[in-house]
């Protein structure tokens, strides 16, 4: 998750956490770190307005009003849906979309059928970065179900679990039976490179913002450096605390 989240610094300059969190969320949801989610998009920085795209800060915007249960957000994020779905997408946008509507409106009937449509688009994707085995294992669709567990567990146990190859069925079961389970690295590294060891247990800053003086309109961008310069005051703590401990 560190490993995204820094890859991710330079390339959302320019645009706020809807383009900063929108492939990171279904990750963290997959993995339940539902403790890092609120770090990747804070309450208080209100509504994305300056994504990758308008489906992109649509998908965040749903999510965040899930998350922190605030009907202003939702009727911002589910009007800005309805527009996006006027418009062509692909597969797994629609089905995002489509998804996070269901969870608004506690549709359990479509949040089913949609999370299938989740394992299909992931199925489909032909993006360059994506790997044989992102298709494999359809992480963004156990993502959107672990979060509807997480924000209305009484509905989710209403939502039918996909028969789709690349949805793994036991490790949803196994996540259910370990709610509180917190994972550690399963890479350690051995000097000389034994500083990634700290890099990867290290909690990241929360989000801020910052108006963007490079673009033609006034627009809001996530705060990269001082996202940077904070990161990096962590993993020197972090440093410095383990070193002593030992």
């Not at 890859?7 to 990171?24: K, M, N, R, S, T």
């Not at 993006?127 to 993502?143: C, K, N, V």
């Not at 509905?155 to 917190?182: G, V």
């Not at 972090?238 to 002593?244: F, G, Q, R, V």
Request: net charge negative; hydrophobic share 40%.
């Amino acid at each position: 998750y560190l490993s995204a989240c820094m890859c991710q610094i330079d390339a959302v300059y320019g645009y706020d956490h809807g383009a900063f969190a929108y492939e990171l969320l279904p990750l963290l949801f997959s993995a339940r770190l539902f403790d890092r989610v609120k770090l990747a998009v804070p309450e208080e920085i209100g509504m994305s307005h300056n994504g990758y795209t308008k489906v992109s800060s649509t998908i965040v915007n749903l999510i965040m009003a899930l998350l922190y249960k605030r009907d202003d957000f939702a009727v911002y994020a589910k009007k800005c849906a309805e527009e996006c779905l006027t418009r062509k997408q692909t597969i797994s946008e629609k089905s995002m979309l489509c998804f996070l509507l269901a969870l608004c409106d506690k549709d359990s009937s479509e949040a089913s059928a949609q999370l299938a449509e989740i394992c299909r688009g992931t199925s489909k994707n032909k993006e360059p970065y994506t790997t044989s085995f992102d298709r494999m294992l359809s992480l963004p669709a156990i993502g959107m179900y672990n979060f509807a567990v997480y924000i209305e567990p009484d509905f989710a146990k209403n939502i039918e679990l996909p028969e789709n190859q690349n949805f793994c069925r036991s490790f949803i079961s196994w996540q259910l039976q370990h709610m509180d389970y917190t994972g550690t690295p399963f890479i350690h590294y051995d000097a000389p490179l034994g500083f990634y060891n700290t890099v990867l247990t290290t909690i990241p800053p929360a989000i801020t913002l910052c108006e963007d003086h490079g673009k033609p309109f006034k627009c809001l961008s996530v705060d990269i450096k001082k996202f940077r310069y904070e990161l990096i005051q962590r993993i020197l703590k972090n440093l410095e605390d383990t070193s002593s401990a030992l």
